[in-house]
């Protein structure tokens, strides 16, 4: 996940947060107070700072250095290892929950689940959520969706709500439960451009496509009147450790 290093503070200005329900729909499905959080690829803290409401010890975990300092610099309570999930060492004894904000595609698929799984005390919640950044107006969408084909084709986009696909299929988990929450987000063309400028997508295509890219969607932003609304799906899964006797 290095290259999203490369836009740490923007990232960190430009993606927008998580809606504060989260961490009591958390709480709630836990039963209690967890003893220790872990968050997993925490990013600049997007995530984190929902997990903090939940009032736990709380340790990040976060692969890109830029990324980990400007974590440290904003949450100085929280510990923070610049490690990836696959070579991180989960405490004795586990995580009573272990968090992923919008990470979770950048997890070994072979043995994300596995390594969840095991990464839980026994009675420990995992939960997992992202965006899905769709948007209010039919028509944007329409437009921005077949801007965004003509320059690259080969863009695909992940179902909805498929990391809970993925849960399940892994069959690790009990009591697997998905919660959606909406909240519209209206942009001007300079923040819109920006958000694009954080997306994964975006930075692994060449510096001429990335600019093209960005003229064509300012172009239709401007014949937009300037802003876009989205209409961000925020999907929650929750799920148990499953081997509970």
Partial sequence: ??????????YDTARP?????????ILNYHGRTPASVVEIGAGTGKGTAVLSRIGAPLTCVEPDAKMAAVLAARF??????????????????????????????W??????????????SPAGTLAVF?????????????AIQAALRALDPDVRERPADWFHDDIVAAGRFTGVRKEVFRKPLRLDKSAYLALVQTFGPFLQRSPRMRETGLNTLGALL????????????????????????
């Fill in 1 to 10: 996940m290095d290259l999203f290093g490369t836009v740490a503070d923007l």
């Fill in 17 to 25: 947060g998580y809606p504060p329900e989260i961490a009591d729909a």
């Fill in 76 to 105: 100085p309570e929280v510990v923070v290892h610049n490690d990836t999930f696959e070579q991180w060492s989960p405490p004795p004894g586990g995580a009573d929950v272990l968090a992923c904000a919008m990470a979770w595609h």
């Fill in 107 to 120: 997890l070994d698929p072979g043995t994300r689940n596995a390594r969840a799984h095991d990464a839980l």
């Fill in 130 to 142: 992202g965006h899905r950044y769709e948007y209010a107006d039919p028509v944007q969408a329409t």
């Fill in 222 to 245: 401007d014949d937009f009147g300037g802003t876009v609304v989205l209409n961000p799906r925020t999907t929650l899964v929750l799920a148990r450790r499953g081997d509970l006797q």
